[in-house]
C-alpha cells in the first residue's frame, strides 16, 4: 500500500523527528488502540441517536489523526463532527462506515512508517 494515499508523510516525518523512533512507535500503537475504542463508541452513539456523545468522539478521532498526518481520515471525521453538531445522525452512517473501512489500512500504514 502506498503510505500516501493513507498519511501525510512530510507531517508524519515532522512528528516522528519531533518525538523520536522509538516514542513514535509508541504513540501510534496507542492511538491505534484508542482510535479502535472510540470508533466502537462513535458507531454506538449514532445508533442511540446521542449527537453530543457522537460529536465530542468524531472531534477526538479527527484531531488524533490530524496529529499523524492521516488527512483524508481526519477530514471524514471533521465531516461526522459537523453532522453531529447539527444532531443530523441520520446521514452519517455511509460516513462511519467509510471511516471504519479506513482504520485498518490507516493503522497499518502507520505501524509500517515507524520502522522506516
Known amino acids: ?14 512528528l516522528k523527528e519531533a518525538m523520536g523512533s522509538d516514542y513514535i512507535a509508541e504513540m501510534v500503537d496507542t492511538y491505534c488502540q ?3 475504542q472510540l470508533m466502537s463508541e462513535l458507531v454506538q ?11 465530542r468522539l468524531a ?9 499523524f ?3 483524508a481520515f481526519g477530514a471524514l471525521a471533521r ?7 447539527e444532531a443530523r445522525l441520520g ?3 455511509e460516513k462511519v462506515q467509510q471511516l471504519q473501512a479506513a482504520c485498518g ?12
Request: a negative charge; charged letters at 20%; aromatic letters at 4%.
Open 1 to 14: 500500500m502506498d503510505p500516501l494515499s493513507v498519511i501525510d508523510l512530510p507531517t508524519f516525518l515532522e
Open 34 to 36: 484508542d482510535a479502535s
Open 45 to 55: 452513539a449514532q445508533q442511540y441517536g446521542d449527537a453530543p456523545a457522537f460529536t
Open 59 to 67: 472531534h477526538s478521532i479527527k484531531s488524533t489523526s490530524l496529529t
Open 69 to 71: 498526518g492521516a488527512l
Open 79 to 85: 465531516e461526522l463532527e459537523m453532522l453531529g453538531r
Open 91 to 93: 446521514e452519517t452512517l
Open 105 to 116: 489500512p490507516l493503522h497499518a500504514t502507520l505501524k509500517e512508517l515507524c520502522h522506516e
